[in-house]
Each structure stands twice: as structure tokens, then as C-alpha cells.
């Protein structure tokens, strides 16, 4: 077997309205999620999916990651190879070059999911055609948890592909031109992780107005002394109503 390229690692980066674009990374996220943005999308809407790679090739290998804004409706998607065609403004592609035995961590800007909370519920598929038999002895709060981390982890194989290529000018080589898709499927989601990528079911959004009912964007610049209005606003994302109340609560410090 040829060596190629591995996954050694993964994380997932939160992404919210304070968030600083700079910090991520100049150059790869902050004008995907700049444009985004500008379409009318939230920052909130997506996080970043930090990925490690390390080039096991004896030659300098190039690197490709794509990811699709919404996942491929395509059932063979995941056992596909080669690099997605023709690739819209919505999606995302990142280049980048690994000498031998190099290791790079390449941010990754990802629209956060949105499942049912039946469809978190549904069983993991077997390979094998037998009945399904509860699970007596894994506490509940284990198995629900193997459950979603699981069916997320296949949302994001629906979105992701990573290929490399050993360049066809490469010298004194008997692999150039060589090329492969690099199995991402070791993807390993913890709690943790879940929690940033799932999208907020409830969602409570605040917005501060002056006296002229003029939008505060910087709150560093309220004043002392002065008469501002809050506007709240709620989404309930679940398929059922929620009911509570929104309390006010007036902090001295």
C-alpha cells in the first residue's frame, strides 16, 4: 500500500457574533464567512472544523479540502474520489502544499446542522440484517450520546472531501503524479463538540436602541444617564411550541 496522507486529528471552533474573524485564520476562512455574511447569513450559523493532517509520502504532496454548503444528496458521495466539480460561492476549497512528513491544521468554515430531534433517535444502521436488540446495560445517557455523534459525524462525511496529488514535475520520482482521496471517515466527534456544531434550538437575540430609535452597534459606547430600549427576539426551532418568560434583571456593578 502507497502512503499517503492521514487524518491525526480534529476539533470544532464556535463561532458567534463577537467573534474575532482575525484569530481564526486571514487568509483561508474570514472571506468565505465575510461573504456569507454578507448573503444574509448569521455568524452563528457556522463553526470552524479544525483538522490535522500529516503527509506520510517520501515526496511534497498537494493538498485539497472542499466542503459543500448543504450536505450531497448523492448516496455514493462518501465512497466517491477526486475533487467535487464545479463548486458554487456558497462552498468552500482550500489548497495547500505538505513536504514529507509534515503536518498542517487546516481550518474549515461549516454550516452548523440543524437535525430533528427524531431524527437523532433513529437506531445506527447494522451491517448486519438482524433485529435490533436494546441495548440493557450502556446507561441511557451514553447511548444517546453514541446516537448523535454518529449521525453528525455522517452529516459531515455528506459535506467533506479531502484529495491529495503528488505533483507530476516532482524529480527523480516514480510516484509523480500520483493521486488519491484522503479517508476523513476516522473522524472522532466528543460531547463537546457536539454541542458547537448542533444549531441552537432556542435562540434568544438582543438588540439595543437609543432614544431616536437608532440601532446601538457598539456597546461600549452607551452612555451613563441615558434612556436606551432592549429588543428581544426568540426562535423556537423545535417542531412543538415552548412557553417562559423573559425577565429583565438590572445588574450594578
Not at 441615558?226 to 426568540?234: D, E, G, N, P
Request: charged share 25%; proline share 4%; hydrophobic share 35%.
Amino acid at each position: 500500500v502507497y502512503p499517503s496522507v492521514d487524518l491525526a486529528g480534529c476539533d470544532i471552533i464556535p463561532v458567534g457574533p463577537n467573534t474575532s474573524l482575525s484569530m481564526i485564520n486571514d487568509n483561508i476562512c474570514v472571506p468565505y464567512l465575510k461573504n456569507m455574511e454578507s448573503n444574509g447569513h448569521e455568524l452563528s450559523d457556522f463553526c470552524i472544523l479544525a483538522l490535522d493532517f500529516m503527509n506520510m509520502c517520501p515526496e511534497e504532496v498537494e493538498v485539497k479540502l472542499q466542503t459543500l454548503h448543504e450536505s450531497s444528496t448523492d448516496p455514493k458521495f462518501q465512497q466517491g474520489s477526486g475533487s467535487i466539480e464545479n463548486l458554487t460561492e456558497h462552498e468552500f476549497e482550500y489548497t495547500t502544499v505538505l513536504s514529507t512528513r509534515q503536518n498542517v491544521r487546516i481550518f474549515v468554515p461549516i454550516k452548523r446542522i440543524d437535525f430533528d430531534e427524531n431524527y437523532l433517535l433513529k437506531n445506527i444502521p447494522s451491517l448486519r440484517n438482524r433485529q435490533f436488540v436494546k441495548d440493557y446495560k450502556t446507561p441511557e445517557a451514553e447511548q444517546q450520546y453514541i446516537r448523535q455523534s454518529f449521525w453528525y459525524r455522517d452529516e459531515l462525511l455528506k459535506r467533506l472531501r479531502a484529495t491529495w496529488k503528488i505533483s507530476d514535475k516532482a524529480k527523480n520520482s516514480i510516484s509523480a503524479g500520483r493521486s488519491g482521496t484522503i479517508d476523513i471517515r476516522g473522524l472522532k466527534l466528543s460531547s463537546k463538540m457536539l454541542n458547537i456544531i448542533e444549531i441552537d434550538k432556542i435562540v434568544v437575540s438582543l438588540e439595543v436602541y437609543d432614544d431616536q430609535d437608532r440601532k446601538v452597534d457598539d456597546l461600549t459606547q452607551i452612555k451613563l444617564s441615558s434612556m436606551y430600549f432592549i429588543k428581544v427576539t426568540i426562535t423556537n426551532r423545535y417542531s412543538y411550541p415552548v412557553f417562559g418568560m423573559v425577565r429583565h434583571v438590572i445588574v450594578c456593578k
